[in-house]
């Protein structure tokens, strides 16, 4: 069994079908949750499965899957997948890749005729991207979805209505569609990386550690609207400049003292935003991320803490407004290792890694044992330009293999 | 004639009555250019001139006028006054107490019976805030509004359409309003310093030496979006960062190197604006005032080159977009000379002091000597807090009359 490989010329053969859907003619594809571009690439997905003789299941959140059940029908099931929606104008491997790498890895398992004790599933999760919600598919799996959250999605209500009313669902079919945590054996996602690292590192395979925690809070600085010509620049109370010092000093902290985390500007709104008027307030849009709870609570310490420091120093008053986040989500140490010991099996190189972006693993590790893989890749995220090279996703789709077989006995 | 004074309970009633006209309630006024209220308060004038027995005059840019003549009636006018108009929501001593100081000098010398060799007319520009066009009737008087400026002002065609509509006047009758220069004996301005300058210096009045040029660059730092989250903070290519940090370092080298000038940065826009994207572009509106076009040009290349330094230590590229400006005005030493003889004559301390906002003198400048003083406010410019004492008034429409007395001779 540790000579079992996936079919690569299969496994490209299909990923290049699904690019052409939605594509943009540069590389990327348009593929937003529930539109007529991601219904479509679905489509493919469900004749692909029942052309090649599989079992096809849709559930009440939409998401689509291809099941390879165990004989014991009260086994439990072995997920494996990510999602085939895309940001506007996104890149074509975020989440494609990793829905078509599990599907030929379930493939594989049927044509070696392995019988395992675990249903196994390739899953393509609703709106991972956010579109609509975000995790949606995930998160109404994992039993996390409320009727609050989707009667004021980030997409606006009309939105969301229009998309279920296209994929005939409903909000109440979603929340059905919570799974008994029971039935759940694991959850094993392959991704790109989206970030330099692996790339840099000549490192073939980044099992990830933790998805980072990601806390968002405005800052509002207010201090004097002035004539910009009569005050002179000593006798000013300058919002901006406050807000402009603090960017650049959180900045260098960060970048000193919390080096496994991030920080990002990302909004700024200057009232009342004349060229001529000392700007009397200032709305600077933050967000941080860590790698652990406690990271986090360290990290907004000292950025709220320099804040406070720095308001002062330019009369002006700095006032704290929490949105919220997501706390940092540690993978399972039984998918680590069982990414790690296919990755010994394969002989291809390996490190942790913290994800730095959101990914439906999040949503599943809540209710069962849950990992995921990065596999190198280039041009950043979300944009058009996105890349992975073919030996990388070959590299990634075998290292999922061989999890899932670990994880499956 | 050196103990003439002009009538402070006259002065203050008139003051009083007009503050009434468009009064918020708070201390302030709201009386924008041409509208209801402003034209209230021009009625008022009129209904005030003729009542005391003076000629009316208006022109084709709408400007209103009290004369009193001279014998000769080709002698030329020496012209006082200020405007009418507020900002949105503004104070009651901005524009209004210069206007009720030149129709109370203009009446203290007819009640004096003095026979002048030139004809006073203490006068209330159109516009000078600029709520439409700005400067419009100063601009107007002197010869230097053009149909293209009309075309597309400031403050919206259709707004001025309106506007001149309720004044009864036209595109034409303004650019007609243009005076022969030789028609014109000087121009003298009295208004509050908007500035702490005299009050912290506890001195009577400041006699403006120049009024200060102005410039506006916007600048575009052009860096990478990037996922906030997958990019490490070394490997980022921030736009907003470079913003941030050319506002703090830019902000202390005029401090430091440019005591005579300022800088404003009261606009900034990030794209794409998201919490969770590295800005890709900043767009900053900076603008920089100083006392004459060599100080500006120094200035100038000195912020550009710094902008141009900080730009690469983020890997971000800078793009310089000019919006012009108002090059800096001397005041005319004959005024100047004119309003220090006055204070000496009325035993008021007295100092030089560049104006840092735009006022109708800088119009005039152009085509007669002009000049102006101010006298000691609080609470700032363009606010309902704005305030003056009443003696500090006294003493500036005082110093008014006696350096029009003088430059009348």
């Known amino acids: ?74 086994a439990p099931t072995l997920l494996m997948g990510s999602h085939l929606d895309s940001v506007l104008h996104g890149g074509r491997f975020d989440g494609a890749l990793g829905v078509v790498a599990a599907y030929e890895a379930l493939r594989t398992v049927r044509d070696a005729g392995l019988e395992l004790p675990v249903h196994i599933e390739a899953i393509d999760f609703t709106d991972e991207e956010g579109t609509l919600v975000g995790l949606l598919g995930s998160l109404a799996v994992a039993g996390a979805i409320t009727r609050e959250g989707l009667a004021s999605p980030r997409g606006g209500r009309e939105e969301l209505e229009q998309g279920m009313c296209r994929a005939g669902i409903t909000d109440e079919s979603i929340i059905a569609a919570a799974r008994a945590t029971e039935s759940l054996a694991g959850f094993l996602e392959l991704h790109i990386e989206q970030g330099p690292r692996l790339v840099d590192g000549g490192i073939d395979i980044g099992i990830v550690s933790a998805i980072v925690g990601m806390t968002s809070i405005d800052l509002v600085f207010v201090g004097r609207e002035d004539h910009a010509g009569t005050t002179p620049m000593g006798a000013r109370r300058d919002a901006g400049l406050a807000a402009a010092t603090f960017i650049t000093e959180a900045t ?3 970048r000193r003292e ?12 200057l009232a009342p935003g004349a060229y001529n008027i000392v700007p009397g307030r ?31 120093r330019h009369e002006v008053q700095v006032n704290v407004r929490p949105l919220g986040g997501i706390a940092a989500t540690p993978c399972a140490d039984v998918c ?23 990914h439906d693993t999040m949503a599943l590790a809540h209710v069962c044992p849950a990992g995921m893989i990065f596999v190198p890749s280039t041009g950043g995220s979300h944009s058009p330009r996105e890349h992975a090279e073919w030996p990388a996703c070959v590299n990634g789709a075998n290292a999922l293999l061989h999890a899932a077989l670990r994880m499956a006995r």
């Open 336 to 358: 680590r290792a069982a990414f790690a010991e296919a990755c010994g099996t394969l002989g291809l190189s390996h490190t942790a890694l913290l994800s730095g972006a959101g």
């Open 282 to 312: 200032a709305e600077l849009g933050m967000e941080f991320r860590a790698p652990s709870e406690e990271r986090m609570s360290e990290l907004e310490a000292s950025l709220l803490e320099l804040a406070r420091a720095i308001g002062p």
């Open 1 to 74: 069994m540790h000579e079992l490989r996936i079919d690569e010329r299969r496994f490209r053969r299909d990923f290049n079908e699904l690019a052409e859907i939605g594509s943009t003619g540069d590389g990327g594809v348009h593929r937003p949750s529930l539109s007529a571009e991601h219904l479509e690439a679905r489509r493919w997905f469900r004749e692909r499965i029942e052309r090649d003789g599989l079992e096809f299941r849709t559930d009440g959140a939409g998401n689509h899957s291809a099941v390879l059940s165990a004989a014991q029908p009260a």
């Open 252 to 254: 260098a902290r960060v």
């Open 258 to 269: 919390f080096a496994d985390c991030v920080v990002n500007f990302g909004r700024v709104e």
